[in-house]
């Protein structure tokens, strides 16, 4: 479970799959040095925004390179031929929302419509980081439709709150969904060292697994899991100024 123990490459990874226009596309993403690095093509150019408005909302992705995506042109259009018979009066023409994305030529997805499946995300992302009580906390924010998804943690259920409030503020959004938004005591301490591959602890003089997992966990019991992660045979056997990964818990 995000906050601890899933990286930002595999929080991507979760996000891309998640939106129902990159999920068919056949792009790759790695994570280094805060830095996401796209490669790859994709059907047309308005995508590659869309990868960047998606990285930018998880939570450790400083910045985004998309340098190696390339779209594919545009098919030929057909010979000209035989006039094709006029469709039936009252037949329906094809829009976005009723032509199957994954069937790649059929319709050309609009720029603002690409766009507009993340930029509600954007600007929640941008409210969140701009509260004083929020903005350093470890917060994903995804877009599903005119919903707004917050995965991570903030310190305790009055930010929950405050986050839900803030995000249902921005204009477009109908609702919020918070059912990944933990509270966590001094979340912002727990989570402040952190590589790329999640958070880890550097252990102090008089620490224990038990104590350790207790302030992650809030379960003193799930040191193994955190023993088991670290290749640790001993859990009575720690030093100060081991690093210990902090796994999501199980």
Do not use: C
């Not at 690409?114 to 509600?120: A, I, P």
């Not at 204009?171 to 933990?182: F, I, K, M, N």
């Amino acid at each position: 479970m995000w906050p601890f123990g899933k990286s930002s490459e595999d929080r991507l990874k979760e996000a891309l799959q998640a939106n129902h226009v990159t999920a068919r596309e056949a792009v790759q993403v790695k994570v280094q040095g805060g830095t996401a690095v796209y490669s790859g093509e994709v059907s047309q150019p308005a995508v590659i925004n869309l990868l960047k408005l998606i990285a930018e909302g998880i939570d450790g992705i400083k910045s985004v390179d998309t340098s190696g995506v390339t779209a594919r042109a545009a098919a030929p259009q057909a010979p000209s031929g035989p006039a094709t018979p006029a469709a039936e009066p009252d037949a329906p023409a094809p829009t976005l929302s009723t032509v199957d994305l994954g069937n790649a030529g059929i319709l050309p997805l609009d720029a603002g419509e690409v766009e507009g499946s993340s930029r509600l995300a954007k600007a929640a992302h941008a409210a969140l980081r701009a509260n004083a009580e929020l903005k350093d906390n470890p917060v994903d924010v995804l877009q599903r439709g005119s919903t707004i998804i917050l995965r991570g943690a903030v310190d305790n259920d009055h930010e929950v709150r405050l986050a839900e409030k803030l995000v249902r503020a921005v204009s477009g959004v109908e609702a919020v969904d918070v059912s990944g938004l933990r509270a966590v005591a001094q979340v912002r301490e727990l989570a402040r060292e952190r590589d790329e591959e999640g958070v880890v602890y550097t252990v102090k003089a008089g620490d224990t697994l038990s104590a350790i997992a207790l302030r992650y966990y809030g379960d003193a019991n799930a040191y193994r899991q955190i023993a088991h992660a670290n290749n640790i045979s001993d859990p009575d056997r720690i030093q100060a100024g081991q690093r210990l990964r902090i796994p999501a818990r199980g």
